[in-house]
């Protein structure tokens, strides 16, 4: 069984188009995440979720907007896709009591935006 | 910002144990040193985590200075699927879960 999977695994699309990346934990955490890996390999948090509460927006554009239904679940919706989107998108998940320990990392979605 | 530095490449010959250093001269009291790896292509794993005492576990061994201000991960016997980006990231426990990547150190383990 997959702990934190992703969805799809390759996204390649237009600019201007909207597209969602899913994201599913089966290790029953209560807090998840999105962080972006451009192409210089940075790695950066985006967002993090706790019992389906934002907790940590990092000045990402409006544009993108996720969305976690419940808490094993969270997505990422991204309108008006920009070159400057292409990059790979994890997800990752962690449980937030006693602390903030290890986070699992999903395989990864690496979007291309032409 | 990431307050951790660490060499951007090391090399290691397969058997012999890996010693990775990370500078954090500026960790507070009451931050742990997280190590991660990000083996091509694939998401970030979660090592080994500490706060004063040496940590040990199946993965790796963490080696923190008396003084906090810099640590080593120690990988004992590398193998070749241990060729890596390993980053050393520094948190508190109240942080919201946010883990801050620096450039982190790309083990090359050789035969």
């Known amino acids: 069984d997959t702990a934190v999977s992703q969805t799809p695994k390759y996204l390649v699309t237009q600019m201007g188009n909207d597209k969602s990346i899913k994201c599913e934990q089966n290790?029953?955490?209560?807090?998840m995440y999105w962080y972006k890996q451009d192409s210089k390999k940075f790695l950066k948090i985006m967002f993090s979720y706790n019992n389906k509460e934002l907790i940590i927006n990092e000045t990402v554009p409006n544009r993108f907007s996720p969305k976690s239904p419940d808490k094993a679940h969270l997505n990422l919706h991204i309108n008006s896709l920009e070159l400057g989107d292409s990059a790979v998108y994890f997800c990752?998940?962690?449980?937030?009591?006693?602390?903030?320990?290890?986070?699992?990392f999903g395989p990864g979605t690496r979007l291309t935006v032409l | 910002d990431a307050k951790t530095t660490q060499p951007p490449s090391m090399d290691c010959a397969e058997g012999r144990a890996a010693n990775l250093p990370c500078n954090h001269s500026?960790?507070?009291?009451?931050?742990?040193v997280y190590w991660y790896r990000q083996i091509h292509s694939q998401g970030p794993q979660y090592i080994i985590h500490g706060l004063k005492n040496n940590e040990t576990n199946e993965m790796a061994s963490l080696i923190i200075t008396e003084d906090r201000k810099s640590s080593t991960l120690i990988l004992p016997h590398a193998t070749l699927r241990d060729t890596a980006v390993y980053y050393c990231?520094?948190?508190?426990?109240?942080?919201?879960?946010?883990?801050?990547f620096g450039q982190g150190t790309e083990l090359s383990v050789k035969p």
């Open positions: 990231i520094v948190r508190g426990y109240n942080q919201g879960g946010k883990l801050i």
């Open positions: 500026t960790i507070s009291g009451n931050e742990y």
């Open positions: 290790l029953g955490h209560d807090t």
């Open positions: 990752a998940s962690s449980q937030v009591a006693p602390s903030y320990n290890e986070q699992f």
